[in-house]
């Protein structure tokens, strides 16, 4: 079936009605190989041209590519300073073409996750919004990283509060997975014409033509939805770069989920404070590329002897460009 198997949506929505408390039925979930094109799929089946899409930025650095390549216009929206939900921003950033609001829960690249009731902030604003503009505005949830969560704040998904939400997520990141491509779509139960939405979702995983997972990861879904990550070892790198990097002086994003770190460019260029880590062997993500400059992101991924390893380099690079910022400010 195009929406993928039956035993493995009726899985998936097992899992999601014991995680989330909500009736899913297996029609409600659509199969895709991986966050990805499901991305791409709700995109076209949500929006047009005449649709615009607030991108809250930092955010994935395809959000924008994805919506631009279907002539969907798009708007970003930065979040607050802290990387918080910023409602005010939203609030001046929604006009009447505004149709969807696309972020990730938790964030990548911060590792924020948004509060319960920020999410419900977001959820009266839209709902106020649907009122005035007589259509409906969803929101559209990246949740691959929602069973990476080490801190103690709990997750809350928009499907938990706003009846159009639509949450796309990816067994890659929690289970070491991304080249198997599987991953799923899953439409809220009390989704206003919910059928509608199923069926225009279903014909775009055919119309697209590559959105649809194998056979045997299909198969495999029943014992994945069971699987749980060790985030232990994770919390554990956390506590020990962060801490390291709080005492060499470097100003940290408070994120509690995912692999990563956000960190605040000693330098405005973060492309050039990448170089610099680079050539000393140690390599981070510019946050340029996630629509918001001046910070890098580093992920916890490689093994803790190579963190432990890399840590000094952020110390040495820290003291060196203290001792070249007369000269950087000349340049």
């Given at each position: ?62 959000y924008p ?69 007589g259509a ?43 080249g198997q ?151």
């Open positions: 079936p195009t929406g993928g198997r039956t035993p493995a949506r009726r899985a998936v929505a097992a899992r999601l009605t014991q995680q989330f408390g909500l009736p899913f039925d297996s029609r409600d979930i659509v199969l895709t190989s991986g966050a990805m094109p499901a991305l791409n799929i709700v995109a076209r089946a949500l929006f047009g041209a005449a649709d615009e899409v607030i991108v809250l930025t930092p955010g994935w650095q395809d590519l994805y919506l631009r390549n279907l002539n969907i216009p798009v708007r970003f929206v930065p979040l607050g300073r802290d990387k918080r939900l910023d409602l005010d921003a939203i609030q001046r950033a929604i006009g009447p073409a505004t149709r969807g609001v696309l972020l990730s829960q938790p964030c990548c690249p911060t590792g924020v996750i948004y509060s319960r009731g920020e999410i419900e902030g977001l959820a009266a604003m839209l709902s106020d919004t649907e009122a005035r503009v409906p505005v969803y929101i559209v949830s990246d949740e691959v990283h929602r069973d990476m969560v080490w801190g103690d704040r709990p997750f809350h998904s928009p499907l938990q509060s706003y009846p159009c939400s639509v949450s796309i997520y990816s067994f890659g990141k929690s289970l070491a997975l991304q491509r599987i991953g799923y779509i899953a439409m809220s139960p009390s989704m206003p014409h919910l059928d509608e939405v199923r069926t225009t979702i279903e014909r775009c995983v055919r119309v697209m033509g590559f959105g649809n997972p194998t056979s045997i990861m299909q198969r495999a879904v029943g014992e994945l939805v069971e699987c749980r990550p060790a985030v232990a070892a994770l919390a554990q790198k956390q506590a020990v770069v962060r801490r390291a990097l709080a005492s060499y002086g470097y100003e940290l994003c408070e994120g509690e989920a995912t692999f990563y770190v956000y960190v605040k460019s000693p330098i405005e260029d973060d492309f050039l404070f990448a170089e610099l880590l680079a050539s000393q062997g140690v390599l981070v993500v510019p946050s340029t590329l996630y629509h918001d400059p001046g910070h890098v992101r580093l992920s916890l991924t490689a093994r803790s002897s190579a963190i432990a390893a890399a840590l000094p380099v952020f110390a040495a690079g820290l003291d060196e460009l203290q001792h070249a910022q007369p000269c950087l400010n000349r340049c």
